[in-house]
């Protein structure tokens, strides 16, 4: 039998190792899997390098997960932010290492890894900073980028509903990054607020088959910005 | 010196607009461009796109209605169009990229009469560097336009012959919206679409410092 259920944020995080690659789903206010973060943070890894369309806001979630000093790299295309201070600050002090990529590139380089593509040429970034000593080559006319995988030891996602055997739905923008970075993790650790019953997910409208999926937790859906809904459900 | 009025924030977003055509696919980007969104001519079907995964986009949310998993690129909540869709980031890059957007309109902190983009950095050594989805937008739609004020602060031209902030793109700019006037960004240089009313064709090359051929 099939459960990919876990009991609880802890379970579902066991094991990650230090040095680990972390996916970190969420763009702005949605999708984040703020669960998942608070408990790596608990969970204690260290030398992470992190993959996040951001590099966090205020001080909790990625941002509380930075300020640990447990990640050395940071993987993203939009770092600096209003309120990034604690990047800010760790970048300046040269404690955290940071590799800019243009955030179609970063979406392009997890769904290569999760779909065994070997690396990909793209015209985003051509002739510019971000694509300094990097391979090109004039393909149907059009420079063009040599661009790798990005492979994930774990991805943290947030999605809506799941089932036991990890099917996935998601809820409005909050699906962003989570099915790409799904597929591109040896382990995928998901959040959901509900859980069907095999069968209740409509086929048709799964995004995120079960085989991406390792564990599931489910979580309350808190009124927080992070949550997705700041009013009444 | 003529006597000219420039054209204010939503006098240009209007001008913008008036160049989307119904049906069109549009990208608008963070900041000014997003006015366009409330200058576009009744009775036309334009479909937006933001780059979190979102087609069919409609106007803010209204107080109260907020849904923090309906948000668009600037993260503010906003709403979904009957009709509209959502799709995962490597979706949503691969329409910007795989050019199936028809229009997107960018801001800029500088342009080359050929059409290169600078508006991700201004390559200041203690400015920490982001770059979101520019140089993607910059170079997947069928057409790229920036809105811009043509002259900074300082009445330096924001066109030039080539631009000395870090670039988002090479000759990818369409067609330039100002504050002065609108032009096209050719292999040959600049091309004059019009002119805010007062400005003479001479003033104009000469506040850009660049020849600008005529429409």
């Not at chain 1, 259920?5 to 899997?33: H, K, M, N, Q, Y």
């Amino acid at each position: 039998m099939i459960n990919k259920i876990a009991a609880s944020v802890a379970e579902a995080l066991a094991g990650v190792a230090d040095g680990a690659t972390v996916l970190i789903g969420g763009f702005g206010t949605a999708g984040i899997p703020t669960e998942l973060i608070d408990g790596l943070i608990e969970q204690g890894a260290r030398d992470l390098t992190v993959v996040n369309n951001n590099a966090g806001n205020g001080e909790t979630g990625l941002a509380a997960l930075l300020k640990t000093g447990r990640v050395s790299k940071i993987i993203c295309s939009f770092p600096r932010q209003a309120d990034s201070q604690v990047f800010d600050g760790l970048y300046r002090g040269g404690k955290i290492e940071l590799e800019l990529v243009p955030q179609g590139n970063l979406a392009e380089r997890l769904r290569a890894a999760g779909a065994g593509i070997g690396a990909f040429y793209t015209p985003t970034g051509f002739g510019t900073e971000l694509a300094k000593g990097k391979e090109t080559r004039v393909l149907n006319g059009r420079p063009q980028v040599l661009e790798y995988p990005i492979h994930g030891d774990v991805a943290l996602i947030k999605a809506e509903r799941g089932d036991r055997w990890g099917n996935l739905v998601y809820r409005k923008a909050a699906r962003n990054f989570g099915p790409v970075m799904a597929t591109a993790a040896r382990r995928t650790i998901a959040t959901v607020h509900e859980i069907a019953e095999l069968g209740e997910l409509d086929p048709e409208a799964i995004i995120t088959p079960g085989i991406h999926v390792s564990k599931l937790v489910k979580i309350e859906r808190i009124a927080t910005q992070a949550g997705g809904f700041k009013g009444a459900v | 010196m003529s006597n000219y009025q420039k054209r204010g924030k939503d006098e240009l977003a209007r001008r913008v607009a008036q160049d989307i055509f119904d049906g069109a696919y549009v990208n608008l980007g963070i900041g000014m461009p997003t006015l366009v969104a409330n200058h576009l001519p009744a009775g036309l079907e334009v479909v937006l796109h933001s780059e979190n995964g979102v087609l069919g986009m409609g106007p803010a949310a209204a107080e109260g209605e907020e849904d923090y998993d309906l948000i668009n690129a600037g993260k503010q909540p906003v709403t979904l169009l009957p009709g509209g869709a959502y799709f995962h980031h490597a979706d949503s890059f691969g329409m910007m990229r795989g050019g199936h957007l028809d229009i997107c309109v960018l801001g800029a902190f500088q342009v080359s009469a050929t059409g290169d983009l600078a508006n991700w950095h201004t390559g200041a050594p203690d400015a920490i560097p982001a770059v979101g989805g520019a140089m993607d937008l910059a170079i997947g739609a069928k057409q790229t336009w920036v809105m811009m004020d043509l002259l900074d602060k300082q009445g330096r031209s924001k066109i030039v012959s080539e631009c000395s902030y870090p670039l988002t793109g090479i000759a990818c700019v369409k067609r330039i919206y100002g504050d002065l006037a609108t032009l096209a960004c050719t292999p040959q240089g600049l091309r004059l679409i019009d002119l805010v009313e007062g400005l003479v064709h001479a003033e104009l090359e000469r506040l850009l410092g660049l020849p600008v051929a005529a429409g």
